[in-house]
Nanobody
Framework: QVQLVESGGGLVQPGGSLRLSCAASGIIFSINVMGWYRQAPGKQRELVAVITSSGRTNYADSVKGRFTISGNNAKNTVYLQMNSLKPEDTAVYYC???????????????WGQGTQVTVSS
């Protein structure tokens, strides 16, 4: 019912920057929260940053001061600006959205397919 399409991953040198985008489409009544999670090889998926429909944000301690999450409610889109990237930021980054498709339905969590971010010299 809802699709999340991510873009913007790639290879970057340490200290560089990348910007990830995620657009939600489909049957959408409202989106409560959108955010980014990441999973490195051999590790569990972890929260990177989330933003609510009212603009409140939350970040993992490891990315505070380096990453900025923003959203466009009208376009059902979320962005992640990543600066001062480190090799330990290397992971597959997944977009997540908590979506209510119809007013009477409970919200449901959707995931994107993931985009690879590699930080290496």
């Amino acid at each position: 019912q809802v699709q999340l399409v991510e873009s913007g991953g790639g290879l970057v040198q340490p200290g560089g920057s990348l910007r990830l985008s995620c657009a939600a489409s489909g049957i959408i009544f409202s989106i409560n929260v959108m955010g980014w999670y990441r999973q490195a090889p051999g590790k569990q998926r972890e929260l990177v940053a989330v933003i609510t429909s009212s603009g409140r944000t939350n970040y993992a301690d490891s990315v505070k001061g380096r990453f900025t999450i923003s959203g466009n409610n009208a376009k059902n889109t979320v962005y992640l600006q990543m600066n001062s990237l480190k090799p330990e930021d290397t992971a597959v980054y997944y977009c997540n959205a908590n979506v209510k498709s119809r007013s009477w339905q409970n919200p449901y969590n959707y995931w994107g397919q993931g985009t690879q971010v590699t930080v290496s010299s």
